[in-house]
């Protein structure tokens, strides 16, 4: 028996969703395939100016960072890439729920900011 752990669930999906043709790779193929998405993943050593500039361009998305660039080449056989995407389907909801322990944004809500949502109390002097 080896010392190695097993594989996580979520890297063996990792192989289906590139043999799906399921992965999105880089910020500008990210960028053109929007209406396609369903998550980004981006590597724990992207630049910091970067990591700003997808979290910006990305807000109306899951952005999860986990995992190193050496990784990235590891698990999806792509060189150099720092950001990848998944397509919606079935699998990158399966993949995202083993990730989104590690969701850096929040979800954005329709129509503002959660505060003007808020109920209000009726003031006592104000007829009800």
């Known amino acids: 028996m080896s010392g190695e752990a ?5 890297e063996q999906l990792f192989a289906l969703a590139v043999q799906s043709k399921l992965l999105l790779i880089g910020r500008e193929a990210l960028r053109r395939s929007k209406s396609h998405l369903h998550f980004v993943l ?4 992207i630049i910091a100016n970067h990591r700003e500039e997808v979290l910006a361009d990305f807000k109306h998305y899951p952005v999860v960072q986990h995992y190193t660039a050496a990784d ?3 698990l999806f056989k792509i060189k ?25 944004n929040q ?9 003007q949502k808020t109920a209000t109390k009726p003031d006592a002097s104000s007829p009800v």
């Open 6 to 10: 097993p594989t996580p669930l979520v």
């Open 42 to 45: 981006i590597a724990t050593d």
């Open 72 to 74: 990235f080449e590891r």
């Open 80 to 104: 150099g890439a720092k950001a990848v995407g998944f397509a919606k389907s079935e699998l990158a909801k399966s993949i995202y729920a083993e990730l989104k322990a590690h969701r850096i």
């Open 107 to 115: 979800p954005v809500t329709p129509g503002g900011s959660n505060s």
